[in-house]
T-cell receptor, first 114, second 116 residues
Framework: SAVISQKPSRDICQRGTSLTIQCQVD?????MFWYRQQPGQSLTLIAT?????????ESGFVIDKFPISRPNLTFSTLTVSNMSPEDSSIYLC???????????FGSGTRLTVV | AQSVAQPEDQVNVAEGNPLTVKCTYS??????LFWYVQYPNRGLQFLLK??????LVKGSYGFEAEFNKSQTSFHLKKPSALVSDSALYFC??????????????FGKGTKLSVIP
């Protein structure tokens, strides 16, 4: 299965600023996803990162707040824009292929907004 | 829509005793079912999956899970718990019934504490 490198692993940011999280996969994959895990909570899907086209966002998440890029089949970024303390969470990248029956996860980015 | 329920926020078990972490699911078609484990300050690690075939699935670290279609359940089990099994466990489901249904839906997680 794919191996994912996600960075940064953690950051403390000032409100009103933006942070870009990178997700690098060691092999080409068709599917890449971004999740948010708020403290003590489950994983919530933010969006599916589509190669060469706009990401597909889930209800409650918008492109202006969480712009996503996916320039190729091994790399994606998630930006958390105009941050507020409510954005403090763990953000996780996940990747795999359509015919995979399980996806691999990155180690996550722990974001604290102050 | 697909959904997963993990009815227990926390499960406590003594080391050496068998453990069970419960999961029920809802999908419109046939399910693909997964268990993941998350250790503190780490990402999710895949434990096991059910796609088709034998209802008893064996996975990593001695864990197994039993698929029960009539009860729409996929409970995680281990015959003898270790202190190192203490972590957060997530059940996830994917509906294989339609094109584009590649997303995993996660349960809220169950914290397993194994007591020495």
């Amino acid at each position: 299965s794919a191996v994912i490198s996600q960075k940064p692993s953690r950051d403390i940011c000032q409100r009103g600023t933006s942070l870009t999280i990178q997700c690098q996969v060691d092999s080409q994959v068709t599917m890449m996803f971004w999740y948010r895990q708020q403290p003590g909570q489950s994983l919530t899907l933010i969006a599916t990162a589509n190669q060469g086209s706009e990401a597909t966002y889930e209800s409650g998440f918008v492109i202006d707040k969480f712009p996503i890029s996916r320039p190729n089949l091994t790399f994606s970024t998630l930006t958390v824009s105009n941050m507020s303390p409510e954005d403090s969470s763990i953000y996780l990248c996940s990747a795999g292929d359509r015919l995979d029956y399980g996806y691999t996860f990155g180690s996550g980015t722990r974001l604290t907004v102050v | 829509a697909q959904s997963v329920a993990q009815p227990e926020d926390q499960v406590n078990v003594a080391e050496g005793n068998p453990l069970t972490v419960k999961c029920t699911y809802s999908v419109s078609g046939n399910p693909y079912l997964f268990w993941y484990v998350q250790y503190p300050n780490r990402g999710l690690q895949f434990l096991l999956k059910y796609i088709t075939g034998d209802n008893l699935v064996k996975g990593s670290y001695g864990f197994e899970a039993e698929f029960n279609k009539s009860q729409t359940s996929f409970h995680l089990k281990k015959p003898s718990a270790l202190v190192s099994d203490s972590a957060l466990y997530f059940c996830a489901v994917r509906d294989n019934s339609g094109a584009g249904s590649y997303q995993l839906t996660f349960g809220k997680g169950t914290k397993l504490s194994v007591i020495p």
